[in-house]
Every structure is written in C-alpha cells, then in structure tokens.
C-alpha cells in the first residue's frame, strides 16, 4: 500500500483522537453511553438524535428499556475487589441485570465469563433480550479465585426510557440516496467500532464542503435493533438508498474487507470489488452471508437493500475480536485514514459513474476535427487517451455505465471518467436519466 | 463410503436374493421370459401388468411379434453340442430367427459372434428389427471348431401376441409425479439389469408404508420399445412427470454415476449431484447425451422432460458389459444397498424440498424470543444451528427452493431442511402452493 | 498445420501474383492509385466502382479532396537526392501537402519521420486531416544528413474530385448478406493490405461458379472514410449484414488471429472459433476493442454489425508493420492459400448451417427401420454415424442450429451436416424459416 500523503495522515489523527474520546464511554443498545457518543458525534456534525420509547413496536421487535449502569464488583471474603467496572466497563455482562448478594464461588462461578484460550484477556458479552447477570473477566484471575464467599454487586437499572440513534443526512443534488452506517452499541472496543463511528464522522464532516449527485445519509444506530428502528419508521428512505454501506473494524491493518450485499452483483458490490483491487490492495471479496451486522437487516428479503459490509479485519477473524485487546493500541491513525481513503474512493466512483449516450452513434464521430486525435496516422496503437474515448464511444449505447465501460475495457475508472467528460464537453455524448 | 449399517446389509440381501432369482430367464423385448420376470417381481408389489398386441402403432414405431424359444445348438459331425441354449442363454442371438439345417463351418461363421479381445466370455448381441438367426460363444470355443459340417437348430418362434410390461404407483398427496423405470428386456446379464429390477422392486415395496407428497410410478418395460409404447398411451401421465430415474447397472461396486437430464439443470440432476457428493462418496456427473438407456425416449425434444440415469459403473464402460461375466458374481448384496441407500435419499430430497415464504421479510424476526437463539452475544460466530435459520429466514423469498438454500448456503440439506421446519412451526415461515 | 494441397497451392501462387502486382501503386484515402487499383482487381471480377464527391458529407465526416502525387525528393546542396518518392512511395507522408523551397536541416528536420529502434525501415505515416507535408526515411540515413540547405519538393495536388470503393455481389438465393472487406488506401505494404485485397478478389472470382444461400457483399473501400461513406449510403443493405469479416494482413506465417464483433456471440465469432480451431491450428481469439480496421465503423453502437477481424499476425505486432519491410518478400503463397482456406472454410460453415426441426420429435424415430442404425444390438457405443443421427434428432427442437449441436455435442461440424442432411432427405428433419 503507499504511503499515506500528508492530508491523509491528518485525517487518520484526527478519526483517531475521536475514537480515543470514544473508546472509555459504556456504550450499550440503550442508555446514557449512546447519548453521550451521540453528542460528542454532534461537535463534528448536524447530528439528529432520534428518541424512540420504550415499547414501540419496530416490525417483529419491541424498543427494550434503556439500561444503565453506575458500579459493579466481585469483592472476596476479604473485602477485596476481584473484578471492578471502574477498572474496564467489560467486566460486566452487557445489558446485566442488577445484583447485590454474597454468594459463594460454587454458585457465583455460572455468571461469570471467560477466554480459557486467551487467559489475559477479558471478553466481551451480552444478554439484550434474557435476564442474566454476569461477569465477564480473565481466565487467570478467575483461576486464581478461592473457594469462599465472595460479594457480586452490578448497580445497574433498567427502565423505561428511549433508544436513541443519530442521523446526519447530506443534502445531493438528486432524491437517491448513498447509507453509510456504523453501530454505536459497543463499549470499549476500539476497533469495533469506535473506528468505524469515528471514521464515518469524520468523513460527514469533510462532505460538506462537497456537492454532490447523492445524499449521503449517515447512521449511527445501535446493532440490530437500531438498523430496525430506523427500517420500520423509514420505509421512503429506504427505498431510495441505491448504494450502502456498513462500516466496522476499520482501525487495524488486516484486510480490507468486502462482503457483497445479497444481491451479489449491485453497483456498491462492484465500486468496493474495483476500490479493493486499486494499487496493489489486496483486497478480499466475499459472498453475502447472513450473519455480521446490520447488513443483515437491509438485505433481508423484505428490504433487498444493494448493502454491504467494508471492514479491514473481518469479524470474528482476528484474536482480539470482542476482548479487551480491541484497544487504543489495536487501531492506529494510518489504517483509519486508509480505509477512510478506500470510502472516499467509493465515494468518488459513485458520484462520477453515469450512463453516457452517444450522439454520433453511427460510425466514429471524427475526432481529429475536434482536436481530439492524433493528426499523424500510422501509429501501432492508439494512446491510451484517444483509447478511452474510442471505448466510451462505442460503448455509450445508454446501456453501460462508465464503471461498466472501465470494467469491460480494462481501462482505469478514472480514465474512463475523464474521455466521458471530454466527449461530453465536445457534444459528442448526452447522459441518460 | 461408509460401512452399511445393518438394516441396509439386510436390503441388499434381499435386493440380491431377488436379482438371483431373475437371473437364469431368458428375456427379450417380449415374450414369457418378460411375463415371469413381472410375475416375479409381481410377488413383492401390486404390478398392473399391461399387454399391447403385436402391430398397434406406438409413436414411430410398431409393437412387434412376441419371440418365444425353446432350445437352440450347434452340433458338430460327431453329434456333439458345441454350444447349447440350455447351458446360457446368451448363446442365441437375441429374438433370433429360427433355422434347422446342417451346413459347413464357412457358411455357419457369419452367424457367429465372439469377443476376440476377451475369448473366454459370450457376448449378448441381438437382431430385434432385422431378421436373423444366430449364435454368441466364447472365441476360443470359435477358433477350436473344425472344418466340416454342422447341425444348427434354433427352435424358436415369432408369432402376433403381446408387448408387456409392468407398472407400480405409490399414490402421494399430490398429482405430481416421479419416475423410476428399470429396462426388463435383457436376459442373463445380472448387473444390466437383473440388478436395477429387483432394486425398484424392493425400493417399491418399502415405500408402501410411507406418506408421500410426490406419486412414484414404477415402470418394468423392455428397452426402447418399452418405453415408447408407455409414452404413446401415457401423454397425460407423462406431463406429470416431474423427476425421473433411469435406473441400471446398480449392483456392481463402481462409480456411482449419474448422467443429466436432457434440460442439464433439472431438480433431479441438482438433487442427484447432492446425493453423489455426499459423505465423501466421488460420483461423476455427466452431461446428457442421447446414447444409452431409456433416457433417450423421456429427453426426445418432444418429451424434454426432467429424467436422468442412475448407474454405479456407466454402461460400456466396464469388461464384464455386455457378456457372460455379468453374472451373479459380478454384483454384490453391499453394492446394491448402497445404491438403494443413494436412490432413497435423493427421494428424501424431493419429498422434503420445499419453497418457504418468510411470513416476517422485513428485517430479521426475533429469533431470541421464540428460544430459537443462544440468549448469550457476543460470541465470534453463529452456531450452525443459527447459520440455518437466517440462511433459511434470508432466502425464503418464495424463489428460492430448500435445496437451493442449500447450495447456495453451503450447508447440508438435511440441516436446512430442520430449520425450516423448525420455522415453520414457529409461525415464521409459509410454503409457496 | 496440413501441407496444403495442389489447388490450394495454386489458388496461393494466384493471390501472390495479384498481390505482387498491388503492391508498387502508390494509394491514398482518394486519387488515382485507389482507382488503378480496382482497375487490377476489376480483371478478376465484375467490380462496380463508385465514385462519391469531394464535400459529400458522409455521418460526422466530410469527403476529402483527392490526393495525387507525380513526384518528390530532398536533395543535398551538392544536387544529390537523398530520398526520392521514385525509390519508395513510403517516403512520403501520406496526403502530404505540396512543397517546393531550400531550407536548412534545422528547418527540416521537424518534417522528417524515421523509427530509430528500427533505423533501416522506413516508416508509414499519413496526416488525411491536418494539412502537413512531411517525408519519411531510414533513420540511419537521416543520421547521416550533414547540417547545410537543403532543396524539398513534393509536387502533389489536392483538389476536388472524389473518393471511390469497389464493390462486387455474389448473389445468393435469400435476402441474407455477409459482408467481406478489405481496405484499399496503403501504399505499398504487402501484408497491410495487398494481401487482403488480392485473397478477397480472388475467393470472389471463386464464389461465382457457385450457388449459394446468402449473398456476399465484397467491399475494396479506404479505411475509416470509405466504411463511413459505404454506410452512410446504404442502411438498408447494412441491416441485411447478418455475418462479416474485416480481411487484412493474411500473408505472414503468423496467426491465425480472430478479433470478435463487438456482440462477442455473433454467430460469425462462432463460426471463426470453430475455424481457427480446426486441424491443430492454434487461433487466437480476442475479445472485440474499438481500434483496429473498420470493424470499428461496423461495429460502432449505433450498427453493432455482427463483423469481426480476421488476420494472421495482428496488427501492431509484427516489425514490419507500417514499415517498408512489409514487401513483398514478407508474404508468401503458402499463406495467402491457408489463409483463404480458412475463410471458405467459415463460408461453408455459414452456408452449411441450418436450424432442423425434428419432424418426429416424440421418442426417437425407428432408424434402423431406415437403413440408419445398425441392425445389431449389444454394441458398447453407437458407431460415430448413429451418435450424429441422435444428437441431430435430440437438439433439433427449432431451439439450435447445426453449429449448436457441435458445439453441445462436441462433434466435428461436417459430420453434425452430414448426418442432418441424411435425416431430411429421409423425411425426418424439417427446416425453419
């Protein structure tokens, strides 16, 4: 890969510091963590927050009650802490119920949850949608624990309240929309997904000073059911997204990743496969499946949504996935701003890809009399300029697209786009609606 | 392949025991030989036998006379059998022409056929539509007959009577149809087709005590002439025909084999490629081509309907094709359980295929609350049993059949077959009429 | 490749001598060395010469004035010339404007264009549509050139007149045409295009002793503005082009190479598949582009004509192309012969070929019955004859041509011909419109 220019190694420091802001907040589906990420989001953009209570509805799913909590701990007969929430917000079970009881380790051990293959490390887990308490700590300290009586305290709540998601929506020229979306329900994970929240933001931030064909709607939405909250109460909306994507795990530098929306060949399927071969990334295509994030909510057959799923590591792949190793030092300002540079990219490919027509459809126009040709013959081939004019107009039938016509002619997109817009410029081409 | 376990040690006896008694008839395209192979197999099912008199007119062709013999030989000067009917009945031409007379070596040659390349077996040869008489032996015996004369006498006789062949129906619950057809017209070859008869039989016999969706028609009829005579006076029932097997060459330990439908992407040819790659069985899969057994008649562009070829070793391709070593010692009771074991599961595979319609398309229904997902998150991956469901939930778009969540899944039929029951009892899936 | 054969040893001496005698004309997009031309080509067929004004407006382009040159040089101060259009008509650039002044090197070096990787070659150079003069010559010679005044002459005229193409029809029995084009406007290249012209005038002169089923519309026409004026005034007779070839530099012992039609599944491109794989020869096919001859007039998107490129080595990729090493020594007989043998070859496919529809399409039809099929029965494979009869009958569902079957069946295409051929003439096989 090259090496970043200096404007992007900017841009990585800067979607690193804010995700640093972001990695200590205890995030969960619902509760003052989303709220507060949601607000220090909105210091770099419009964000809109959307409150919705507890008990809606939300297709076959039901807004649960918000969850929030202030302390929890493990201490021994000794009166010492074990395990402290103050220390790392993965110590307690995402979603925990309240506890406050002295027990002893034999009934104690069955809430707690440990890595056996990754002993220092703490897991991540949750229980959203069944009433458990839990711990979740290293398997080296749970080993090191006695027999005896020990204090389990988790003072957490759950209420009714609101789930609360952000929109940020960037105003195109057109009525057809680009979704760009990442989960906010993670606490301290760095990479999945303060990157990805971070990145987005910062990447809504330099949009606007940026006309475009497309709006740009951003999502920052719990998992799940987030991206079904947003679905049942935006069935327009929905209908008026073209192209998707889901960004996570955008901070460490495996990958990227590409996996294709359920439909398999949509044009963000193709913008990502052609981004992710671009100078010498070697990126990995895959196959929708139906597990992952919210990609499986918009390309459920009901929505059949062209989304799909941009990360670096892909999830569950790599070792520091849901532990407490997805830290500040696991993500990294150069790989944040290339995968930033890949979206921009894809960006980039979306905004200039349209359906040229040719207004001379029958023969070659001449180009030599508009000056763009060679007036000596006799070459053994043409330059690689008069080739992509010569490929956009033969192909500008009103059936390719200049992304179809790079992929057909093997020549660079962006090559592609600037004949296209010669041509145009000469009279030689129109656009299709 | 797996060791059969012992209720299909017991099939394959059974099957075996019951192609042994089949073996020593001499059949041909009509005749008693083909009336006592249907009484036969008439023991273990409830087979409508139908006779078509010599002369009706079936598509093309015309049913020819019935082809009853006695005794054949080939005496030498001495008075001695050279050959004799009574010791193999592949020693005479099939439907040959009766002959008494005494003539010399050179004029009785002609009349002669052996297998240089393998001298020591008879060959099977016959003359339906051309009047001849003649012999089959071992080319040793061939090359050890001396100048001179000899006696030769075929007593048999042609004469008007009946075509006849045997069918079963197994009645569903639906007007929809499967057939399974096994040729009845070749004498002593075991494995072609003593082997497919009995296997049908059996695999007849053992659905009676089954609720099936699907009708299955079971057809015992001589080659070629069988077939067409069945589809000359079966055009409704032939419509109904949705997957078909031809069925030969089942009780050797070779391939399995299976050779595609005319159309090359049927469900049947889908379901068989299923069941020849399962559990590390390495089946061949060969397009369609119009030499072989009765597939030639179901796939005539007239027809074009969904039937393929079922065999271990294909046709042709093995030594004892054709000859006398295609006997009772070439099949084996374990190959034919096997064999039976393959058929019965592509069965299952068309009883259990079915098209589910996801009753909640709009994102993904709470699989949690119906206790049909681990309550606990954040694990890397989904169980299997989960990968199932959201394969099924996400393709169950009415397009999209069990089998092709299958394929297109990469999971094992029977395990998206269970989750989609499993759906559909939970109220979150329908079937497509 | 086969040793050629007497005839087509002939038929190669014949095109040569044709060729040979193209060759020294000097040609040009117009003027006498195009008309002197077709005169030539006229000796062998009934050529129509048409001539279409200077000023004509033919699509997006404009009829040029004509060119004609008498005579031009460089001559040192000592008198000496140093090229003379004489020796060589490549020494001067193509539709060069006239000239007649002393100038210094410096002066003149600007107007001179040689090939120092290739310093012993003159190069071809043209400007039809940017007024210049210029000459071109060995670079070793211009090496030697020694500062000083030197006197430029090139007494060459334009001036209104006309542009002219020959076009010969071989009438066949429909309303189908296939087109066959060569250009005509190189000066003296053998290969590029003396070769092309002379095979094409040749195969012509061939056709007329025969009867055949489409028409073949011969065009000898200047690259680029002769396709364009041939198109513009005649649409009617470009939308009955159902096959065409572009025929150029097939006199090298390179190749063969196929450029398919802009469709990419024209029959044509089939069709030439099949040719250029025959006999071991190893074809190159390549996918169509937009620069080449005048396939890109045809295949422009507002035509799309099914009209590939047909060559031995391709242009661009031999070193003597558009040099003066393409002469006469470059190409030979034998080539020039299998050349045209490949492109009868695919004439014979395109008149051989015939969609059959099968007359008795239920079950196959009795062909022993009919002298078809072997009397005997018991054979491992049907004979090579019976596997053509039965592929025919099956494929002939009014869905497939002759080179359908083939291909599907993998058999040669002459014996699929043959076969269909028998089974009409035995009332099996009907033809579609």
Redesign the interface.
């Known amino acids: 890969m090259r090496p970043a220019a200096d404007a992007e190694v900017d841009v990585g420091i800067r979607i690193y510091a804010l995700a640093a802001r972001l990695y200590p907040i205890c995030r969960s589906i619902t509760g003052d963590g989303v709220r507060k990420t949601l607000q220090i989001l909105g210091q770099q953009i419009d964000l809109t927050q959307h409150a919705v209570p507890t008990g809606t509805q939300v ?3 039901t807004v649960p009650q918000e969850w929030n909590i202030r302390s929890g701990f493990i201490k021994d007969a000794s009166g010492r802490k074990i395990v402290d929430f103050a220390d790392h917000n993965l110590h307690i079970l ?1 979603y925990s119920a309240a506890i406050h009881r002295t027990m002893p380790l034999s009934e104690l051990k069955a809430h707690i949850h440990t890595l056996p293959d990754q002993p220092d490390l703490i ?8 009433e ?1 308490w839990g711990f979740c700590m290293t398997h080296n300290r749970f080993l090191a624990m006695e027999d005896g009586d020990y204090e389990v305290m988790i003072d957490a709540q759950k209420a009714d309240g609101h789930l609360t998601y952000g929109e940020y929506v960037h105003r195109g020229s057109t009525d057809r929309d680009v979704l760009l979306s990442a989960h906010i329900c993670h606490p301290s994970l760095a990479n999945d997904n303060c990157s990805g929240l971070a990145l987005l933001a910062c990447l809504a931030k330099a949009l606007r000073g940026r006309k475009t064909r497309y709006n740009y709607r951003f999502l920052f939405a719990p998992g ?1 059911i987030g ?2 909250t947003w ?2 109460h935006n069935e327009t909306n929905a209908a008026r997204i073209e192209h998707g994507l889901i960004v996570s795990c955008v901070g460490d530098g495996g990958g990227p990743n590409y996996k294709r929306s ?1 439909r398999g060949d949509a044009t963000i399927d193709r913008v990502m496969e052609y981004v992710l071969s671009r100078e010498g990334r070697k990126g990995t295509i895959k196959d929708f ?3 992952g994030y919210d990609e ?2 918009y ?6 949504l062209p989304v799909g799923l941009f990360q670096r590591s892909a ?2 792949t790599f070792p520091q ?2 532990t407490s190793a997805d830290n500040l030092d696991f993500i990294a300002p150069e790989h944040l701003a290339s995968s930033y540079r890949m979206i921009m990219e894809a960006i980039d490919v979306l905004e200039l890809n349209w359906t040229p027509v ?1 207004l ?7 180009l ?2 508009r000056g763009l040709y060679s ?8 330059g690689e300029t ?2 992509a004019y ?2 956009v ?5 009103g059936a390719h697209t200049l992304l179809d016509i790079a992929e057909r ?1 093997g020549m660079a997109f962006h090559d592609v786009v600037r004949a296209a817009q010669l041509l145009r410029d000469n009279g030689l081409l129109g656009e299709t609606l």
């Open positions: 297709l076959d799913w995402g897991p991540y887990r949750t229980s959203y949608y069944s458990q799940t991206a079904l679905l049942a359920r499946s139906p597990y499986r909510q390309c459920s057959p009901g929505f059949n999830f569950g996935y849901h040719n001379f459809p029958k023969g070659e126009p001449q030599g009399r007036a000596l013959g006799g070459d053994k081939s043409a008069a080739m010569l490929w107009l033969n192909l500008a039938d002619s």
